[in-house]
């Protein structure tokens, strides 16, 4: 049960936008949205400068750093107070005596904390049921240290990502990339707050490229078996319909994707770097296309 969201903010005008998404997302839970502003240390970055500058210089550069990280500090608190203002979102730091947002809906918090972004978050993400991260527009994710915080995330955190992805009202038609994996597994069990919500379920099975069934016969992996999923998801009320995927030269992940697409999905839910990772960078993956190309709806990936 998805109870509490944690969700970045980096002083952006697009905070705003991002968090009338996650107050929304949150409504049908009644859960907590933690708001978090990570602040980089300056200090951190002395070594960079080299043995060049002074003592003096240095410091200069520090107290700059500082004040600026002030200032987003306070223009993404302030975009907070009228976020929650807008949403009329009661601001809790603690549950109530009588259950998590009883009788109140949706409560919200804010958070700064100091530290390298990616791993700071990481760290925070592991105590809570889901984390919601801002995909900007455009052909790509964007800088790399963005790409670094959402792996950060997948791999050490041990909880589902949310990549939020225009309008969220669609998220009751939900489509799962599912190939049998532990990380498909695991996907569908963090998914399961909104699955056992949805209107509609689709399970997606792409089919096999050559080196694909080469290293799952190598490899022993299982077979995916679609049709288990849909009398497991049957226990819950789902009933979902399985949509095999044709590749036609395509990647898996671009496949997936154009599928879910044409479903209308609102939610593709996957399985996070299924193969090792590094296979998945050097050759691509699903995992490493929607993390890389514009995806038409939200995504939640588990690792």
């Not at 090792?276 to 490493?288: F, K, P, Q, Y």
Request: hydrophobic letters at 45%.
């Amino acid at each position: 049960m998805i109870k509490h969201i944690l969700v970045p903010v980096g002083g952006l005008p697009t905070d705003a936008v991002l968090l009338e998404k996650v107050f929304a997302l949150a409504r049908p839970f009644s859960a907590h949205v933690e708001v978090l502003h990570i602040r980089r240390d300056p200090r951190n970055d002395l070594p960079l400068y080299g043995e060049g500058f002074s003592a003096e210089i240095l410091q200069e550069v520090v107290d700059e750093a500082e004040r600026n990280a002030r200032t987003t500090a306070a223009a993404a608190r302030r975009m907070f107070g009228d976020a929650v203002a807008g949403a009329s979102v009661v601001v809790a730091d603690r549950p109530a005596a009588d259950g998590p947002t009883e009788g109140i809906g949706v409560t919200a918090s804010w958070r700064e904390a100091t530290g390298p972004t990616a791993r700071t978050l990481a760290a925070r993400a592991r105590f809570a049921d889901l984390t919601v991260l801002a995909r900007p527009s455009g052909e790509s994710l964007g800088p790399a240290l963005d790409l670094e915080v959402v792996q950060g995330a997948l791999f050490e955190s041990g909880r589902p990502v949310l990549l939020a992805c225009g309008a969220m009202e669609r998220l009751d038609s939900v489509a799962i990339a599912w190939n049998g994996s532990l990380s498909s597994v695991r996907a569908v069990a963090g998914a399961m707050g909104f699955i056992t919500r949805a209107r509609t379920v689709s399970i997606l099975v792409a089919d096999e490229g050559p080196m694909d069934a080469v290293v799952g016969v190598l490899g022993g992996r299982a077979q995916p078996q679609p049709e288990r999923l849909v009398d497991h998801l049957a226990w819950h009320g789902v009933q979902a319909i399985i949509r095999h995927v044709g590749r036609e030269g395509r990647p898996v992940g671009t496949a997936l994707a154009e599928a879910a697409r044409d479903l209308n999905a609102g939610l593709l839910v996957m399985g996070g770097y299924g193969h090792s990772r590094m296979r998945e960078i050097v050759l691509g993956g699903a995992t490493r296309h929607v993390l890389t190309h514009p995806v038409d709806c939200a995504v939640l990936l588990v690792h």
